[in-house]
């Protein structure tokens, strides 16, 4: 029997959310009384402290097992072909960059002979799209003013994909490539992009 797994199964997701704010305060922790000018001095240097902050989302996240299809060969109403597995795995190591050519092993499949179903199982365990290793991250600053501190300004800045990481897109999969017996030479082949490159956009708010 086949072993599949669900094409929207994942190993490993991770999502960490987080905030950090400083607040401040509005006095002075000292254990002896200042005279006025280093008083000033320590609320000049204090004030452009105040109010600064920082949140984020980061997800990490396996890809998902690819389904691999083929033409049908199988006379059979409302039924498809799968690739014939020639008994070996399909998964290829090295860097995402490296693979977009050939994602897997396209000589690990053939297509089906005619009035046949083929025998790949309907998921590939260990061969999966590319994972999801992204950050996006906001820095704000608010500032209090006015009679008791009720009108307030908060300029922010937020980086959506951070690092600017590139997800890409699934490979075709529609077996298989002239070699194996096929017709379709990017068998194998990743053409897009998942996600957008990094965008930065500021906002500024008034409340009151």
Known sequence: ???FLKCTFRNHLKRLLGVFARVGSRGLRQSRRPTKRCQASALHMRAPQKGWGINGITTLQSGFPLQLGADNLSNSFGGSSRPVSTGKS???TGSASGRLNEWFDTSAYTP????TFGNLSRTLPDVRNHGINNWDIAIFKNTKFGPEERFGIQFR???FNTFNRTQFGYPNTSCCRPEQGGSNNSFGVVS???NLPRLVQFA???TF
């Open 157 to 159: 800045t937020e980086f």
């Open 192 to 194: 897009s992009t998942a």
């Open 90 to 92: 399909g998964k290829l």
């Open 1 to 3: 029997m086949a072993t």
């Open 204 to 206: 500024l708010r008034f």
């Open 112 to 115: 089906p002979v005619p009035f």
